[in-house]
């Protein structure tokens, strides 16, 4: 059983329209790529049929991954969230102790994760880190090439 996300509506409604996108417009451009293929003749020596098949393939599980994120997903109440805590959906501003650098950052699902517009992952080790801290604590983050401090600065909702 796959573990419940959290999304924003708009979130959501992205995945829903993704895979509205692959169901309705590129599933059955894949069937007729399978066959126009099978029209070619010998199937045993037909690489274009075995790339349409493998392009199917990959489609199908695309579409199952989101089927199955869909039916875990849960829209936030944002209303609800508790502010003095960093939780899902909660921006962040933040200081790294070593350098002095402030950063800010929202929370999000995985699949809505875009560092280019200061969107990180709950699953992320810096996600992971910030969660149930609060205003002044310092969040130890184990990163790759060490560990990383960071001071919890501000907490607030968009």
Same mark, same amino acid.
């Given at each position: 059983?796959?573990k419940v ?6 979130? +959501? /409604? /992205?995945?829903?329209?993704?895979? #509205? ?17 099978r029209d ?12 349409? /098949? ?20 849960r829209i ?9 805590? !960093?939780?899902?959906?909660?921006? !962040? ?5 070593? #350098?002095?650098?402030?950063? #800010?950052?929202?929370? !999000? ?20 880190? +910030? ?11 184990? !990163? ?15």
């Amino acid at each position: 059983m796959s573990k419940v996300s959290y999304y924003t509506a708009e979130g +959501l /409604k /992205k995945l829903r329209d993704e895979l #509205n996108q692959l169901k309705d417009i590129e599933r059955p451009k894949a069937s007729q790529d399978i066959a126009e293929a099978r029209d070619k003749g010998d199937l045993s020596e037909n690489a274009e049929y075995d790339a349409a /098949k493998e392009a199917q393939g990959m489609l199908e599980m695309r579409i199952a991954r989101l089927e199955d994120t869909l039916a875990n997903a849960r829209i936030i109440d944002e209303s609800q969230l508790d502010v003095s805590k !960093v939780l899902v959906h909660s921006t !962040v501003k933040i200081k790294n102790v070593t #350098n002095g650098m402030e950063m #800010n950052y929202k929370l !999000v699902a995985q699949s809505e994760a875009d560092l280019k517009t200061g969107k990180i992952s709950v699953d992320s080790p810096i996600g992971k880190g +910030l969660l149930g801290k609060e205003v002044g604590d310092l969040a130890e983050i184990q !990163v790759p090439n060490g560990t990383m401090k960071f001071e919890i600065i501000e907490i607030s909702r968009d």
